[in-house]
């Protein structure tokens, strides 16, 4: 094995693991998930039962222990398994609704929803964006009204990822109506099966069709007191907070399925001859790829340095925003010069390309947009 900066050799070992669980477990089953529109929960129990859903939570609620990097080779890995959905689970899962109860949890609430989520037992899920607060979370309106014992809530949630299954929901939600902005949020932790949540559809997407996404309304619904997750009035700066080590995994785990999309357009492009020659000959072609691989290497150094800064306890928000955005964009625009290499044969469903160009796509959307990541960008470098 080459010496590297960031991967050690238990790295390297559990990365054999995971491919090894991947390719038995997943691979065989990834094109009847895409057509299913939905990947099995056993997937979760069995990640869980191999330890991959707690690789970087604490060994005391079940974990491994692990740095920040055991989760990069988990989502390297899982993204080849032929249905990028399951990364997309997953990441919510371990990356998105459960940090926040390890960082501001009791130890009820860790007992209660960490530890079965890091097992595969329950299945979370993570409420903010709303119909009218998308890039702005400022505008979240489901509200949390303080009664008798407990809270009761009203309001919705859109495009909620694990949304259509999932045993909990971290939730975010306004609870001082006085208080604008960013104030007067809380983040509570709430059972799927109380009474008045409601799943009012599982929605169609463009890509990662193996992932279910979904719309949920909240009518009455009352939830005990100790549902309250973290300090009350702090839940937009918390879940925030939680939220730059997602970035992150967004990025590398693009960047992974964009390498095996560009592999597959150089072996096509070495094949498929035109003009009396295969078309990875034409200097066209050849030089593109070269700039697509310089351009995947660039982005996958800075999602790395980044990730080393962060495991090391910095907080570089600036830099987890610039890989995000260079990652996305670039694992996107592999995807879509791979296909225009492969040409009309890239464009037909039975070949992989067009399922990684439409997976791709929504990377640029959700987690914060291009735009989004370009503000924070330009605001962390004092332009305004
Ligand atoms: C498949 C999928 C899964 C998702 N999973 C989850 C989930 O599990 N939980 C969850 O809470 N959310 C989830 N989301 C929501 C996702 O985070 C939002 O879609 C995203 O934050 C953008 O919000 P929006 O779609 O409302 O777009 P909008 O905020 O309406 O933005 C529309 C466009 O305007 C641009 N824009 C907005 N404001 C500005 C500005 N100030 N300057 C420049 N441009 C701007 C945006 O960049 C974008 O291009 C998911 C979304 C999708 C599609």
Redesign the pocket.
């Known amino acids: 094995m080459a010496e590297s900066l960031f991967f050690t050799e238990e790295h390297e070992m559990l990365r054999r693991s995971v491919r090894d669980f991947v390719n038995k477990e997943l691979v065989p089953n990834a094109d009847a998930w895409e057509e299913e529109r939905l990947f099995p929960d056993w997937v979760f129990q069995r990640l869980g039962e191999l330890g991959y859903l707690g690789l970087h939570f604490p060994e005391e609620y079940g974990g491994g222990g692990g740095d920040y990097f055991t989760n990069v080779v988990l989502m390297e890995e899982l993204a080849k398994c032929g249905s990028f959905g399951v990364n997309?689970g997953v990441a919510?899962q371990i990356g998105?609704a459960t940090p926040p109860i390890l960082a501001f949890g009791t130890e009820e609430q860790k007992q209660k929803y960490l530890v079965p989520a890091i097992k595969g037992e329950k299945i979370a899920?993570?409420?903010?964006?709303e119909p009218e607060?998308?890039?702005?979370v400022s505008n979240v309106k489901t509200f949390a009204e303080r009664i008798d014992g407990g809270w009761k809530v009203n309001g919705n949630?859109?495009?909620?990822?694990?949304?259509y299954r999932a045993d909990f929901m971290t939730l975010?939600a306004r609870t001082d109506k006085e208080k604008k902005g960013y104030k007067g949020m809380s983040i509570f932790l709430v059972d799927t099966d109380t009474p008045g949540y409601v799943v009012s559809r599982k929605?169609d997407?463009v890509g990662?069709w193996s992932?279910d996404?979904a719309e949920i309304f909240f009518e009455d619904m009352v939830i005990p007191e100790d549902a309250l997750l973290g300090e009350e009035g702090r839940g937009f700066y918390n879940i925030m907070w939680e939220l730059q080590g997602e970035r992150l995994i967004v990025a590398v785990a693009v960047i992974a399925i964009a390498e095996v999309t560009l592999q597959q357009a150089i072996d096509y492009a070495k094949e498929r001859v035109q003009f009396g020659k295969p078309i990875i000959k034409n200097q066209a072609i050849a030089h593109r790829v070269a700039d697509l691989a310089t351009e995947l290497e660039a982005a996958k150094s800075l999602a790395y340095i980044t990730a080393w800064r962060y495991d090391r306890g910095e907080y570089p928000v600036k830099e987890i925003s610039m890989a995000k955005l260079i990652g996305t964009r670039v694992a996107f625009q592999v995807t879509d010069e791979a296909l225009q290499i492969m040409g009309g044969y890239g464009y037909m469903m039975e070949y992989p390309a067009q399922k990684a160009w439409r997976d791709m796509r929504?990377a640029r959307?959700?987690?914060?947009?291009?735009?989004?990541m370009?503000?924070i960008i330009a605001t962390t470098m004092g332009l305004y």
């Open positions: 997309t919510v998105m899920c993570l409420g903010i964006t607060a998308g890039s702005d949630k859109i495009f909620i990822t694990n949304g975010l929605l997407k990662q992932s996404t929504i959307i959700g987690g914060g947009t291009d735009e989004i370009r503000e």
